[in-house]
Structure formats: structure tokens, C-alpha cells
């Protein structure tokens, strides 16, 4: 990853997460300020249900007052008190009940017995404890013929006999049914369902024990049922998805409020808050639940969050662009610095860089520029230095190699010029032997300045496709014959060939490869004044071909071998030092690579490396 | 001397005179159409109120108890009461025109009888019908009074089935239209014509709407019920009730959960009868534990009325039986009768639970009116016998052989009597002589009309 990728990653990063965190900061605010307006929405409508409830109670006790004080039921409580039979009565709370448009109506004697129940007509003489009830409305749990339970808004009125009297002669439990259709009589708000939660069975017998008495129900241990919750329109489908909330209110005595996901999906839930009705002994006899939809106040958020969204992808969209400009122009002077600094190590020392501005970067522009002018003068010293030290060099081997036949020249030249002294016959003999002395120098001297030529005028590369067998193969038929010459001292070199069955392509000059073979086998057989083997390999070594010429001759020590391709260096007594040099200039001008592996007294191995000739080549 | 014998006679005359139109006033007048209400079907059974004004039985009652000669004339008894020949009454015709004969007399009694009858076998023998059993019949002769083996015409002497109740009684169907049953007078019929013209049965009338036809004049006898009878009284309605006729009793199953007797007894202890008595019933009948009324028998003391839920826990035995269904016979003093003992159970440890009548048959206990059909004791009880299921021929003669057989009866606890029950009827002011039979049927064919031409 380059500069300027890091730069345009740091960067985006960096903006993307502010955008993120300030989007999430909005969001969570925003939702608070929506659930803090959803519970104020909530618990107005509670508020207000709380007041149509007490506005209901009213209507009940309202309704019994009326009962009460009618002329009919003064009449019955006084000739009831007169005749105390309560037979003719058996179906009055049916008449008054319905005049009054009451669900429950029970009117009860002095001694506690119902003496006529509208809801229960057969249950006439049992006891009904609500008829002593502190209360002016109060809730109760009414047992019905049908074995079932109703739940019911009461409120109970003594009746005297005269207007004087003290005494109550009865009273009425005058009540309506909190059931579906009293739930629908509330006024409900758009979205809002009101649920009642009762332990009253609807069904029957599934209160097949309950007490005749009209003692509150052990509804704090009874298990949630969901057919138990109602609403409007009868049983609730998601009844079960409100039992926390009515079990909180059934056991703390409290009004519990939430969030229900009647779904999987979020627009699919309700704030409910569910509130405990209790009797008059403070027992929880059922639990309303007012549950308003969050589907618009949730569309709501989902339209903001949405934007929210929209915003802030696009903010990071405009940040990753700015992000690439910024990178862009901070990393390019680095760019071109690091470009130029390639170019330097190149051996481009020529190379500038633009200088902008006044800032650091723009500083490190003027110094890399100086420094590379600085560099690329000291360069061109150091060429001129090496100029004159090759030159002393070539001045000091020239002298070195000239002064060797030039001395023999000038001692043959001086016994000449004594010689004249000589007698004739003298002379001739000294003559002949100094003439043919000066002929081996000069041809010496020949020999040392055609070595000085060829290395001046190393050719380029006639490039062609050969096989490296035919190569060596060249070598081998070229040589091995010398080698097996009687009477000369190299009839003691055995030669041996080692050469791959595979082709070995090679893309080369064939007349300098085969020199600098030549070369190689020349100097191995130098190696081994005492005879040995002489081995010739050729093998191919992936994309390369390996050329190998080995001997076994006394070998070379490490400082040798650092210093045997170096020219003008040789371990020979009479040679030039330009031999191997010239055979790793034609490696070189082959792509290839020459290295030595010796050791001492364990004869030499020459290794040439050169790449294979590819399919374009052929 | 002669003025004095003068002015005597004149006098004589004058309170000749003015007696004349009181004596006019007490002769039933022949004429008139009769208007009835009535809040069930007219021939519902048992006292479907049209069965008496449109058929006739082989016998008939008389207030004491004994049967009198109807369609049959006379009959005998042979083989020691396994064998009844009834001769049939000569001259009877049905309100088509056909000829009583035995056969149709067999094929009737066979259509209303086909199980559970106190005969085995029964024959058409000339113009007698023969009745034969395994067991005895002693009391066959009251047994046919009942309303149960009233004679209707099977099939038409065309050989159709008739399209209506066609009987031999004083009135014969016209037509039903508009919710009126119309009987018009039958002119021929053997025990003469009726005083009335004609009646018009106005059916399923609320009791409400029936006072209120009375009370504007539109009705001339309607139904009070047994637990408004009191109310009726104090409305100042002419109330004709009967003694007890009807018993109220709960039927217990013996199968189930009930099979186990001391629940049977625990339930019949629990039960409070007097409230039934006092409240729902108004105080009317009398409270009863046995089969038959006190009055009949003089024996019902015997059985104790008194409720005793301790004794009913102790039945029990800590025993929870599964819940039991309650069903009662249709009308809301039956179904509120039905509640308080479903209460009065509870307290006793069981739970009930009060269905509809349509599911009677499949409910463990039922509670039910059976009818009195006969004022003879031995007949009244092998009827009410054959009525609960318990059918068992009475050969007591003896209140205290009579007095055993309903021990026996009633000791499983299978069928509980709780109250006798009266029948009653509110008449208007223009029908006169109306008088109810012992089974408590008013007795139309014998009352006339005041306005009557």
C-alpha cells in the first residue's frame, strides 16, 4: 500500500467515523425525543382513560343512587321490613336492573342475604359480603349461574326504611360488566387499543371452585392465560406478547409500562402500559392495558433515519473525494521525491525534482536536488580519478609487460654491439642466437599488445540460437585431441565430457562463447602442468543452462578467487590478466553469470550461467 | 181478606217476575267462541291444552279417583288381572265421519304406546279391545284416563294418514292460522255438544302478553303459571288452580360418576326444598320428599324434606366427583330452580354446571315435572313410576304396601321429588262454570259464555 492509498484510508476512515458517530449521536437522540414523547402521549392517554373510568364508576353510583331512591324500592324495603318475606322480590333486582340499564343489580337484606340478584336470581338467601362495602364504587368479581365469573364496576347504597330511620332495610350492589363492550363504549384515541385482562373466567367452568362469597380471587398466584385478555373485538391475537407487562401489574399492585414488538418488524409495536383494577380489599382482580401504535411514530423515525443515512453516505462519498484530492496533493512531491530517488539509485543522478512552495516537503525537494547535483559532480571527479588511476594502471601493467622483453632486448642489442668485437665466426654465432632471441621477444612483445587489442576491442554479441551441446561439443572435438597428442606434457590431462540429453537452447554468440569456453579449458589445462582430469559439463538448471569446466590442478585460495576476474590480475608467471576478464565480459554480455568454486589443492571449477533462450527467441 | 189474597198473588207474581232473568242469568247459554292463550304447543304431552277438547280416552275420571266409562262402555277383567277386555262405546264416530272401532282404537293406542306401556300385547276382539300382560294390570282401567291414551285417528277410513288431530271429543280441529288453533263445537259428539261454539287457541302467547289480553278483554282464560300465582292473585285475576298435580323432581343418573349411591343420597340431602317452596314457587304446592301428595296417600311425612348438608359432606366422603351438568325442562322457573339447586349442590362440595334442556338426555341430573294422572293412588303411581323410567306395576292395594313400593322406589336416589305442584289459569269475566278436571285441564267442553246469544 503506497502513501497515498495510507493517506486516502487514514483519511476516509477518519471522516467516516466522525459521520457515523454523529449520525448514531442524532439517531439516539432522535429516538429519545420520540420514546419521551411516546410515553407523554402514552400517559395522557392513560390519564384520560383513568378519568372516562372514574367518569363510569360515576355513571354506576349514579345509577344506583336513582334505584334507590325510588319510590318502588322504599316501598319494598318497607313492607319487606314488615313482612320479612322475601318471595315477592325474587325478581325485582331483574326489573330495577333493567330500567336502570345495570348489568348487576343485587339488593340485599339486612342480615347480609341477597334478597333479589339480578345477574343471579337463584342465588337468593346466600350471603354477600359487598353489601357492607366502604366504598362508593368499588370492583368486584361476580360469580354467574353459568359457572362462569364477570368482572364488574359496583357501587352499593343503603336503602332505609322511612326517612327517619337508621338503620338500612337493604341495600343495592348495583354494578356493570367491564367486558368487551364496555370497552368499547371508551372512547379510544386513532391506534390505540384498550385490552382488559381479567381473572374472571369467560368460560364456563373454569371457575368451577370459586366461592359463592365475592372474595377477591387469588389472582397474584394465578398463571398468565391469554384467553383471558380481551379487547374490543373479543379474544387478542398477540395476548400472550402482553404477559410480562400484566404479570408486573398483577404482582406489584403498580401500573407497568413497555414496549411490545408484536412482530418481528419495529412498526409492528405498541407502548402499553398496563394498569391493575383492584377491589376494594386492594387485591388485583384484572389489569387493563391501553396500548398505543408506535407505527407512525416509528414510520417517523424510519423516514429520519433514512435521511440520516442518505446524509451521511453522501458525506462520506464527498470526504472519500476530498480524502483522494488531499492525498493526492500531499503525497504527490513525496511521490516524485521517492520517483527521483529511484532514478538516483538507478545511476540517474541528472534527476530533479519540482520545487513548490515553502513547506517542509518543498524543502526536502531542494535538498535531494542539491544533494543529487552534489552527488553527480563528485561522480564526474571520481570518473575523472578513476580516468587517471585506470590510466596509470594501464601505464604501470604496459610498463610492467614491456619491460620484460624489452630487457632481454637490450641485452641482446649490447652483445651484439660487443660481439663485433668478436671474430666472425664468433660474431655469427652470437649474431644468429641474438637475432633469433630478438625474434622470440619481439614476438613476445607481439603477442603482449595483441592481448591489450582484444580486450580493446571486445565485440558486441552477434546474438543467434545454439545448443549448448553443440557447444561443448565444439570445445571437446577442438581439444581433445591436443590433449591426447603423444609426447606433449598435456597427454597426461584425461578430458572427460559430461553433457545433458536435453536441449539446451541458448541465445548467444556462438564465436565468443566458444572464445571464452576455449578460455576456460585453456587456462584448466594450464592448471594441471602434472596432468589430471579435465571435466566439460553442460546441463540445464530450470531456465538456465549450466556450463561447467572443472580441473584438478593445485586449486586457488579464497583472496584468489575474489581477485581472478579483476583485469590485469593473474596467478601465471608469463600471463596478461586479461584472459578471464575477457571471459566474463562475454558472460556478461550474455545476461550471464561466471563464478569460481576452489579451494586449495583441490583443483578449480568454472561455472557459466546463462539463460535459456524462450519460444519468442527461437 | 180478598184484597190481601190479591195483593199476596201480585206480589208473588212481581217476585216471579223479577226472579225470571236471575234464573236466566244462571243457565248456561249455548253459543259463543272461547278465547284461549296458552304459551306452549296445544298438544304438547302430557296436558297439551287442546288434547281434551279434541280426543277422548277409553276412560275417564272421576274426582274421586275412579275411572268411569269414555269411549268404552264397560269392561272385565280376567286371569287375575292379566287380561282387560274394554267394549267400546256403540254409536261414537270421529270428527271425519268414520266409525270408532277397536282396530282403530289398537292402532292408536299402539302409535302413542310403543314401549314401557302397562300392557304386553293389545287386540281389537269384535268391538272390544283386548288388553293383555305379562304381569297384572290392576289399575289398567284408571291408567287409560290418562292423557297419554287419549284415541286419536290414526288412518282415515280412505286409508290416508289424516292431516290433523282428528279425535271423538267435543271439539274438532278447523284450522290453525296465524299462531290460533280454531276448534269449532262437535255437534254429534257422544257426550254432547259443548256449551261454546267454537274456541280459538292463541299459542305461544308470552304469560305477560297472555294478562294483559285477559285484562283488556281479548282472552277469556289464559295460564299463570305456578310461580306467579301469587302475583296473579294480587293483580286481582279470577285464578282457577287446582290441587297438586304436577311433581317437581330431579333425576338423577346411576351411571358415571353418580354410580356411586351415597353421592346420589349426599345430592338429595342437599338440596333445599323450602327455598324452591318460598321463593321460586311462591309457597305453592306443598314441600314433598315422596312420589305421591300427602293428600293421597297420608303417608308422605314419612319422607324427610329437610335439607342436611352436613349429612350431605359426610355422604360425600371427601369424594371430588368431576362436574356434573344440570339440565331443566324449558320454562325460566324450572331453568332458575335448576340454578338454586346447582347452589345448593355446590355447597355440598359438588360442581354443577346448568345446561340447556336440549342436552337433558346426556345430563347427570335433570330436573323435571311429572304429572298426576290419576287421583287413585295405586294408578298415580305406577303412572308417575312408568313416567321416571322405574316402571314397575303397583299390585298394593294398602297405604302401607303403596307407602313401600315408593320407599323402595326412591331409596337409590335416582329420581329425587322435591315439590307438588298445582295447576292454575286466570278466566275472564264472561266464562262461566269453568271447572278443572283432577289432572288439572280446565274443562272447556262444560263451561259456557255470559254474553253468549
Same mark, same amino acid.
Given at each position: ?20 458517530? /454523529? $449520525?448514531?449521536?442524532?439517531? #439516539? ?61 325474587? =325478581? ?66 343503603? /336503602? ?57 380471587? =387469588? ?40 414496549? *411490545? ?27 387493563? =392495558? ?47 521525491? $521517492?520517483?527521483? $530517488? ?17 513547506? &517542509?516537503?518543498?524543502?526536502? $525537494? ?8 552534489? *552527488? ?24 610492467? &609487460? ?27 654465432? #652470437? ?79 556462438? &564465436? ?20 589430471? =582430469? ?14 561447467? #569446466? ?69 | ?14 217476585? %216471579? ?12 247459554? !249455548? ?117 297419554? !291414551? ?240 322405574? %316402571? ?54 262444560? %263451561? ?6
Amino acid at each position: 500500500m503506497n502513501l497515498r492509498q495510507k493517506l486516502l484510508l487514514l483519511l476516509s476512515l477518519t471522516v467516516a467515523a466522525v459521520v457515523a458517530a /454523529v $449520525a448514531w449521536t442524532v439517531l #439516539v437522540r432522535i429516538r429519545q425525543v420520540f420514546e419521551q414523547r411516546d410515553q407523554e402521549e402514552t400517559a395522557l392517554f392513560v390519564s384520560q382513560f383513568q378519568r372516562e373510568f372514574q367518569h363510569r364508576s360515576a355513571e354506576v353510583a349514579a345509577a344506583v343512587d336513582r334505584i334507590a331512591a325510588g319510590e318502588r324500592v322504599r316501598s319494598m324495603a318497607f313492607e319487606f321490613v314488615q313482612s320479612g318475606d322475601a318471595a315477592p322480590y325474587l =325478581t325485582e333486582a331483574q326489573t330495577l336492573a333493567q330500567e336502570a340499564q345495570l348489568d348487576f343489580l343485587e339488593i340485599v337484606g339486612p342480615d347480609g342475604n341477597v334478597v333479589s340478584s339480578a345477574q343471579w336470581p337463584a342465588r337468593f338467601g346466600y350471603p354477600e359480603p359487598a353489601a357492607t362495602a366502604t366504598r362508593t364504587t368499588f370492583l368486584k368479581s361476580e360469580d354467574l349461574p353459568d359457572g362462569t365469573t364477570a368482572l364488574g364496576l359496583f357501587a352499593v347504597r343503603a /336503602v332505609n326504611r322511612t326517612e327517619s330511620a337508621t338503620e338500612p332495610a337493604v341495600h343495592l350492589i348495583g354494578g356493570k360488566r367491564l367486558d368487551q363492550t364496555f370497552l368499547a363504549d371508551l372512547p379510544v384515541a386513532p391506534g390505540m387499543q384498550i385490552c382488559l385482562y381479567s381473572d374472571a373466567s369467560p368460560n364456563p367452568g373454569q371457575n368451577s371452585s370459586a366461592s359463592l362469597t365475592t372474595a377477591p380471587p =387469588t389472582s397474584s398466584t394465578a398463571a398468565f392465560d391469554p384467553k383471558r385478555l380481551v379487547g374490543t373485538g373479543g379474544a387478542v391475537v398477540d395476548a400472550a406478547r402482553y404477559q410480562s407487562l400484566i404479570e408486573a401489574a398483577r404482582e406489584t399492585g403498580q401500573p407497568s409500562s413497555g414496549i *411490545l414488538y408484536l412482530t418481528g418488524r419495529r412498526e409492528d409495536s405498541v407502548s402499553a402500559t398496563a394498569i391493575p383494577l383492584k377491589s376494594e380489599t386492594e387485591g388485583v382482580l384484572a389489569v387493563l =392495558t391501553v396500548a398505543i401504535s408506535r407505527s407512525g411514530m416509528v414510520a417517523a423515525q424510519q423516514h429520519i433515519r433514512s435521511i440520516a443515512y442518505g446524509v451521511a453516505a453522501g458525506g462520506i462519498l464527498l470526504a472519500i473525494l476530498a480524502s483522494l484530492w488531499i492525498a493526492a496533493r500531499v503525497s504527490r512531491p513525496i511521490e516524485q521525491l $521517492a520517483l527521483a $530517488a529511484e532514478q538516483v539509485a538507478a545511476g540517474n543522478w541528472e534527476t530533479r525534482v519540482p520545487e513548490r512552495g515553502h513547506d &517542509e516537503v518543498s524543502v526536502l $525537494a531542494r535538498s535531494f536536488n542539491h544533494m543529487t547535483g552534489q *552527488l553527480a559532480s563528485q561522480r564526474d571527479r571520481l570518473v575523472q580519478s578513476e580516468r587517471v588511476a585506470a590510466w596509470r594502471e594501464l601505464a604501470r601493467r604496459l610498463a610492467h &609487460e614491456l619491460k620484460n622483453p624489452l630487457f632481454p632486448l637490450q641485452l641482446t642489442v649490447e652483445n651484439l654491439v660487443r660481439a663485433r668485437e668478436l671474430p666472425a665466426a664468433e660474431f655469427d654465432e #652470437v649474431f644468429r642466437e641474438s637475432t633469433q632471441t630478438l625474434g622470440m621477444e619481439i614476438a613476445n612483445l607481439k603477442t603482449i599488445i595483441a592481448r591489450f587489442s582484444d580486450f580493446s576491442r571486445m565485440p558486441k554479441p552477434q546474438l543467434e540460437r545454439i545448443d549448448a551441446r553443440d557447444l561443448v561439443e565444439r570445445v571437446r572435438s577442438l581439444y581433445e585431441g591436443s590433449a591426447s597428442v603423444a609426447g606433449q606434457e598435456e597427454a597426461n590431462i584425461r578430458f572427460e565430457v559430461e553433457v545433458s540429453s536435453e536441449p539446451m537452447p541458448l541465445s548467444a554468440d556462438s &564465436e565468443l562463447l566458444h572464445r571464452a569456453l576455449s578460455n576456460l579449458v585453456l587456462n584448466a589445462m594450464d592448471a594441471m602442468p602434472k596432468g589430471g =582430469t579435465l571435466t566439460l559439463s553442460a546441463k540445464p538448471h530450470g531456465d538456465q543452462v549450466e556450463l561447467r #569446466v572443472a580441473d584438478t590442478g593445485e586449486g586457488l585460495t579464497p583472496e584468489e578467487c575474489e581477485r581472478l576476474f579483476t583485469p590485469y590480475y593473474t596467478t601465471k608467471q608469463h600471463g596478461t590478466g586479461l584472459g578471464l576478464a575477457i571471459v566474463q565480459s562475454v558472460v556478461a554480455d550474455h545476461a550471464g553469470a561466471i563464478a569460481v568454486q576452489s579451494r586449495p589443492g583441490g583443483g578449480a571449477i568454472f561455472v557459466i550461467t546463462l539463460p535459456k533462450a524462450g519460444e519468442a527467441a527461437s | 181478606m180478598r184484597w190481601t189474597v190479591l195483593r199476596r198473588f201480585a206480589i208473588s207474581c212481581f217476585v %216471579a217476575l223479577l226472579a225470571l232473568p236471575a234464573t236466566a242469568r244462571t243457565r248456561p247459554h !249455548y253459543g259463543g267462541t272461547l278465547r284461549v292463550e296458552i304459551e306452549g304447543e296445544p298438544w304438547q304431552r302430557p296436558r297439551g291444552l287442546a288434547r281434551r277438547m279434541v280426543l277422548d280416552g277409553l276412560t275417564t275420571m272421576n274426582a274421586d279417583g275412579t275411572a268411569r266409562p269414555a269411549l268404552a262402555v264397560d269392561w272385565k277383567s280376567e286371569n287375575d288381572n292379566h287380561r282387560w277386555q274394554f267394549r267400546l262405546r256403540p254409536g261414537v264416530h270421529f270428527h271425519d265421519g268414520s266409525p270408532l272401532t277397536s282396530p282403530s282404537v289398537v292402532a292408536s293406542l299402539n302409535a302413542v304406546c310403543g314401549t314401557n306401556c302397562p300392557w304386553t300385547a293389545i287386540h281389537a276382539v269384535g268391538s272390544s279391545v283386548v288388553f293383555t300382560s305379562d304381569s297384572p294390570m290392576p289399575n289398567l282401567p284408571e291408567l287409560l284416563a290418562a292423557d297419554e !291414551y287419549l284415541v286419536a285417528l290414526t288412518v282415515a277410513s280412505d286409508g290416508t294418514t289424516p292431516a290433523g288431530v282428528v279425535g271423538t271429543g267435543p271439539f274438532q280441529v278447523t284450522g290453525f292460522m296465524n299462531g290460533v288453533l280454531m276448534l269449532t263445537a262437535n255437534d254429534s259428539s257422544w257426550q254432547g255438544r259443548p256449551f261454546a261454539d267454537a274456541v280459538e287457541l292463541h299459542v305461544h302467547r308470552s304469560i305477560r302478553d297472555q294478562w294483559l289480553d285477559l285484562s283488556i278483554g281479548r282472552a277469556d282464560l289464559v295460564e299463570v303459571p305456578v310461580e306467579q300465582l301469587r302475583q296473579a292473585q294480587q293483580q286481582r285475576l279470577t285464578v282457577v288452580a287446582s290441587p297438586p298435580v304436577t311433581l317437581l323432581a330431579l333425576s338423577v343418573t346411576d351411571s358415571g360418576a353418580l354410580g356411586n349411591p351415597k353421592l346420589r343420597a349426599a345430592i338429595a340431602l342437599a338440596v333445599d326444598r323450602s327455598a324452591l317452596y318460598n321463593v321460586i314457587f311462591q309457597k305453592q304446592g306443598e314441600v314433598t320428599a315422596s312420589l305421591l301428595p300427602a293428600a293421597l296417600t297420608g303417608y308422605s311425612f314419612f319422607f324427610p324434606t329437610e335439607r342436611d348438608l352436613n349429612k350431605a359432606h359426610e355422604l360425600r366422603g371427601g369424594l371430588t366427583p368431576p362436574p356434573l351438568t344440570l339440565a331443566a325442562e324449558g320454562d325460566p322457573a324450572m331453568q332458575l330452580a335448576a340454578q338454586r339447586i346447582a347452589l345448593n349442590l355446590r355447597e355440598a362440595g359438588f360442581t354443577v354446571q346448568v345446561v340447556n334442556a336440549g342436552a337433558a338426555q346426556h345430563a347427570d341430573l335433570f330436573l323435571r315435572r311429572l304429572p298426576l294422572e290419576s287421583s287413585q293412588p295405586q294408578a298415580a303411581l305406577e303412572s308417575m313410576l312408568r313416567g321416571a323410567g322405574l %316402571a314397575a306395576p303397583v299390585l298394593e292395594q294398602t297405604p302401607a304396601g303403596l307407602y313401600r313400593i315408593e320407599r323402595d322406589s326412591l331409596e337409590s336416589h335416582t329420581l329425587i321429588p322435591l315439590l307438588d305442584l298445582p295447576r292454575a289459569y286466570a278466566v275472564g269475566g264472561r266464562i262461566r262454570d269453568l271447572h278443572l278436571s283432577p289432572d288439572g285441564t280446565p274443562q272447556l267442553a262444560a %263451561a259456557s259464555l255470559e254474553d253468549a246469544p
